[in-house]
């Protein structure tokens, strides 16, 4: 083959590059600045009444972002019949974490959900023996996706904001937590946002709550972050969403972290 026909194959291929490249821009675009309809706004404000007490300001970023979510994101539903009313259920609590931020689910491609609470089988470390344990859980976020949920547990958290509990939001923030490469309780922080700041804040709220834990004393934030640095910062995210004006009272400057993270002061919405 000669050169010049190498030349027209390569240009025709950058080309087509380019135009699908630019195609998926203004699809996102588009999908960023698309509304909701009324009737799923009826949805959500029964489903996830949280977002009923968002600024006005950022419900427009909300809409058109869970809109962009349920575009990239296949939902696979086993053993129950897959709805919209919960896909855009999940979509809402995945994407209140991202309202007020540039950050956006890149790696995340599938939902898989349960009726309840899957028995999964582990492999536990015991020195050098190694034990297989059965657990149930409600959730399950992997590097890069896929995010298992269990419906009933999905459902409660979102129609209860108040509880403390809600394994959507647990679960992406994980998803955050993973953008980095390594889920390790340390996100991808806020432009500006110093390393130093966020690790003394959440190191110093991480150890009292172990300690709290450990002695059976009462913690707001769930007893499960205290398993390590990763499930606390998933469980701190539920609480500053859940129960903002007790974590900044009690946590002041864990709550002043999050808040910087996610750009958003829940504890001053109504």
């Avoid at 004393?217 to 398993?227: E, K, Q, R, W």
């Amino acid at each position: 083959m000669t050169l010049v026909p190498i030349l027209l194959i390569a240009l025709l291929i950058a080309s087509i590059l380019v135009f699908r490249s630019v195609a998926r821009r203004q699809r996102r675009k588009r999908l960023l600045a698309t509304p909701l309809t009324q009737e799923q706004r009826e949805v959500l404000d029964n489903l996830v009444p949280i977002v009923r007490r968002l600024p006005e300001s950022l419900r427009p970023a909300l809409e058109g972002k869970i809109n962009l979510f349920l575009d990239q994101v296949t939902f696979h539903a086993n053993g129950l019949e897959l709805k919209d009313e919960m896909r855009l259920s999940i979509a809402a609590q995945a994407c209140l974490l991202i309202v007020n931020s540039p950050v956006w689910y890149e790696t995340i491609r599938t939902v898989l959900i349960y009726p309840s609470s899957v028995l999964t089988g582990r492999k536990v470390h015991d020195g050098f023996v190694v034990h297989e344990q059965d657990s149930h859980l409600a959730g399950e976020s992997w590097n890069r996706g896929p995010v298992v949920l269990a419906w009933d547990h999905a459902l409660q958290g979102g129609i209860d904001a108040e509880d403390g509990y809600n394994v959507v939001i647990h679960e992406f923030a994980h998803q955050l937590d993973s953008l980095t490469g390594h889920t390790d309780g340390i996100p991808i922080l806020r432009k500006g946002q110093r390393y130093s700041g966020w690790e003394k804040a959440m190191l110093d709220a991480y150890h009292g709550h172990v300690e709290r834990v450990e002695s059976g004393h009462h913690s707001l934030i769930a007893p499960y972050g205290a398993t390590n640095h990763q499930e606390f910062f998933a469980e701190a995210t539920v609480t500053f969403f859940e129960k903002p004006r007790a974590l900044k009272r009690e946590e002041p400057a864990l709550y002043a972290q999050l808040a910087e993270l996610f750009a958003l002061d829940p504890a001053g919405w109504n």
